[in-house]
């Protein structure tokens, strides 16, 4: 058996060197679809990487309490694009915020209102800045890096506000000697008491670009536009293991002060993910649909060329069975040099499309993700597609008729 793959390999090598322009083609056609793959999940894996190492830094303690969509996934893609849109619809409000500070347990709320407002100084006027309205223990939930400064305290939070780094510079061309100056927000002057250090950190489970965005409280930013929108309410466990209680609690205390209205959710540990968690695996799923389409253009092109081979080489088929080979054989060679050309496929698109992972990584957030998973998967892909399109030209090189075939002269 060794010796008949062993020989199987050879004829393959031999074909694919005859006709190396043609085998490199075939090979890249299979080659873009698995790199497409690679990309999709190298960045997938990267962004839920990001979403749960952020989410063990913060602690195991964390509950995070949404709005429930009241739409299905396909409508509410346009809402979950911005996060001013996310949950725009939410029900939340700062009594449900009160609620859940009483329930037994829990040693910390905070909740989480973006309003995109245009920030004024002396020297420049910043448009569309995403102002967090929170509360005091926002900074005991989330360990915030304070470079310069401190965060809001109860003496200073209706007139103070939180910089992020980027945010600073650009609106006083400094992070460092920022303490003390004035900004204005809808006519309204607040102090900076707090610049926070480079976070760099777009993408988190709180939806919110620390670098570019204004803190301040949540009451300040509701007397300044009129309206606040709670749109997440994060909670703090005084006890670990007590997570499943205390969310049941809170589920139980909102639904009734809210006379069985349950349009939010309770999420903890694993289940907390990405606001636009769900943007995310539908993007994915259209790109992985697009990429399957291509791998599947690629393996049609290893069915056309193994067939273009068959016809080529219907000699040396009769020259074979002639000798004493089996259709089996005939049929185990053929196949053997479709799978060789799909492999050879997909080691240079998983190459490919890590190499494509890195290049996005200089531009993005996202590392690239390397996984055994992710390779294994490449692997099996990439011997079904060898299978599936190769097995018809086999078969058809495998039933020709021995004097038919030796009759033929290329």
């Known amino acids: 058996m060794a010796l008949l793959l062993r020989t199987h390999y050879k004829l393959a090598k031999t074909s694919?060197?005859?006709?190396?322009?043609?085998?490199?083609?075939?090979?890249?056609?299979?080659?873009?679809?698995?790199?497409?793959i690679i990309l999709i999940l190298s960045l997938m894996?990267?962004?839920?990487?990001?979403?749960?190492?952020?989410?063990?830094?913060i602690g195991a303690d964390l509950i995070v309490v949404r709005p429930n969509s009241t739409k299905?996934?396909?409508?509410?893609?346009?809402?979950?694009?911005?996060?001013?849109?996310t949950f725009q619809k939410s029900t939340l409000s700062l009594k449900d915020v009160e609620t859940i500070s009483q329930i037994e347990g829990v040693s910390a709320v905070s909740p989480i209102a973006i309003s995109t407002n245009t920030i004024v100084t002396e020297k420049n006027t910043i448009n569309s800045v995403p102002v967090l309205g929170t509360s005091l223990d926002y900074a005991r939930i989330e360990s915030l890096p304070i470079r310069y400064g401190a965060f809001l305290n109860e003496e200073n939070k209706n007139r103070s506000v939180i910089l992020g780094s980027t945010l600073s510079l650009a609106l006083f061309n400094t992070i460092n000697s920022t303490i003390g100056k004035m900004v204005t927000i809808m006519g309204e002057k607040f102090m900076v008491v707090g610049v926070l250090d480079e976070i760099d950190k777009s993408i988190n489970f709180?939806?919110?670009?620390?670098?570019?965005?204004l803190i301040m409280d949540i009451n300040a930013l509701d007397e300044v536009t009129g309206s606040t929108q709670i749109q997440q309410i994060n909670i703090k466990a005084a006890n670990i293991d007590s997570l499943a209680t205390i969310s049941s609690n809170i589920e139980t205390q909102l639904s009734n002060q809210r006379a069985g209205d349950n349009s939010f959710n309770v999420a903890y540990g694993d289940a907390i993910t990405h606001p636009a968690s769900n943007l995310f695996t539908i993007v994915s799923g259209m790109l992985a649909t697009v990429a399957a389409i291509s791998l599947v253009v690629g393996g049609i092109g290893v069915m056309n060329i193994m067939l273009v081979s068959v016809a080529e080489r219907t000699h040396e088929i009769g020259i074979r069975k002639a000798v004493g080979a089996s259709g089996r054989n005939i049929l185990m060679q053929f196949l053997f040099e479709a799978l060789i050309l799909s492999i050879l496929g997909g080691i240079f698109g998983l190459i490919l499309g890590y190499v494509l992972a890195f290049l996005l990584s200089v531009v993005t957030p996202f590392p690239p993700y390397i996984s055994w998973q992710i390779i294994t998967v490449t692997f099996l892909t990439t011997i079904i597609v060898g299978i599936i399109f190769g097995i018809y030209p086999a078969i058809k090189a495998a039933?020709?008729?021995p004097i038919d075939s030796l009759k033929h002269y290329r």
């Open 16 to 36: 694919i060197k005859e006709n190396r322009g043609r085998s490199f083609l075939t090979c890249l056609g299979i080659a873009i679809g698995v790199a497409s």
């Open 45 to 57: 894996g990267s962004i839920t990487n990001l979403i749960h190492n952020e989410i063990g830094e």
């Open 399 to 401: 039933s020709k008729n």
């Open 72 to 85: 299905d996934n396909l409508t509410n893609i346009i809402e979950e694009l911005t996060s001013a849109n």
């Open 206 to 213: 709180d939806n919110i670009d620390y670098d570019n965005a």
